[in-house]
């Protein structure tokens, strides 16, 4: 399994970077069947964002306002880069948006999404 991290350089520039989730064997609950986990990570809130209206033009470049999941629940969401690339996240995504105190990214709706943020404690 893949995830996407948006992060910035010691530059401040962001970039996009392809990340392989590592697994262990271990269980959920007690007893239970044996499954690859990955680490847990220690999370903050969560929250759920819902648009509505179609495709969007580009938001101008913002920076995330602390490390989080960005994890697309339904419909499709462009981000772009400070180095100029950009990619389509569609139903599935997670992208660890990692770029705060920068000039950040930017984003566009494609089509009507629902989102779940999860913050992620330092």
Known sequence: M?????????????HFENVDVAFNDGQVRSGGPKLGLSAPQQ????????????STPFRDYHPT??????????????????????????SGAAILLDDMNTKGHITRRLEDCNVMFVGLED
């Open 43 to 54: 999370t903050s809130d969560c929250f759920f964002l819902e648009t509505a209206g179609g």
């Open 2 to 14: 893949k995830y996407t991290r948006l992060y910035a350089d010691s530059d401040g520039e962001t």
């Open 65 to 90: 306002p602390r490390k989080q999941w960005f994890v697309v629940l339904s419909g499709s969401m462009e981000f772009g880069t400070s180095d100029g690339e950009v990619r389509k996240f569609e």
